[in-house]
């Protein structure tokens, strides 16, 4: 296994295909506030923590990358990877995520996150313990499943195109920013404060659950060019 402290200064493989695998060991990697950049030909697996500061994380594998233990402590996480991306360790405090990926992206995280600007084949999953803000364009070839089990989530400029969307919050959904979406299936639950607010740009079909579990909070589903099929969703609030 490789591993290595990184002081004060930039860590960046120039040739990325002069090297087949990145394996950060159980010493980890931990920066003094430079940014981090880990390119491997074949997969980035990390099985220790991996603490950039204020700095950013940048993973590009030609494989998969797979978080195996420990902790990410970044400002920003930007994963490129052919395969899956999957950072989902208990412990991650990721201030902003943006994913490309040929593969399924999944992420845990325990502090306040911004989704930037990704690009995914296949699954995105995002299960954050606090507020999310969707600042760029969210594109997934399959579902995205967008969680804040103690937070809210907002739409912060961006907008979220996949074929299904799963979105649950404890403190509201788009009650700053409206959350827009361009999704063909929409499944919505907030339980605990807050309003929610949904603008689709097409046709959507309600699935799972819409509600609002929120004393007295407002539950709203603006489409724009398309119509509301409720299917068997249970609409509540």
């Known amino acids: 296994d490789w591993s ?25 990697l931990r920066s003094a506030g430079g940014d981090v950049v880990l390119r491997a030909a074949d997969a980035i697996r990390l099985g220790g923590a991996v603490e950039s500061g204020a700095g950013a994380l940048t993973l590009i ?27 989902a360790a208990a412990g991650n405090a990721i201030g902003r995520f943006a994913a490309v990926s040929g593969g399924d992206v999944s992420l845990v995280n325990g502090v306040a996150l911004t989704l930037g600007a990704s690009d995914v084949t296949g699954d995105l999953d995002i299960e954050n313990t606090q507020a999310v803000g969707v600042a760029d364009r969210v594109v997934a070839g399959g579902r995205v499943r967008l969680v804040s089990a103690a937070g809210g989530i907002d739409g912060a400029g961006g907008r979220i195109e996949a074929g299904g969307l799963n979105v649950e919050a404890a403190t509201g959904i788009g009650g700053g920013t409206a959350l827009e979406t361009q999704v063909a299936t929409l499944s919505v639950d907030n339980t605990t404060s807050g309003d929610v607010r949904v603008v689709n740009a097409g046709d959507v079909v309600l699935a799972g659950r819409f509600r ?5 909070g407002a539950l709203t589903l603006t489409v ?6 409720t299917g068997d969703a249970g609409v509540s609030s």
């Open 4 to 28: 290595s402290d990184v002081c004060s200064s930039d860590l960046r493989e120039r040739d990325p295909a002069s090297v087949a695998e990145v394996n950060v060991g159980a010493g980890g």
């Open 224 to 229: 724009d060019d398309g119509a509301i099929d």
């Open 61 to 87: 594998s030609g494989a998969a990358i797979e978080q195996l233990a420990c902790r990410i402590a970044s400002a920003g996480v930007r994963s490129e990877s052919v395969g899956d991306t999957t950072l």
């Open 212 to 216: 609002n579990q929120a004393r007295g």
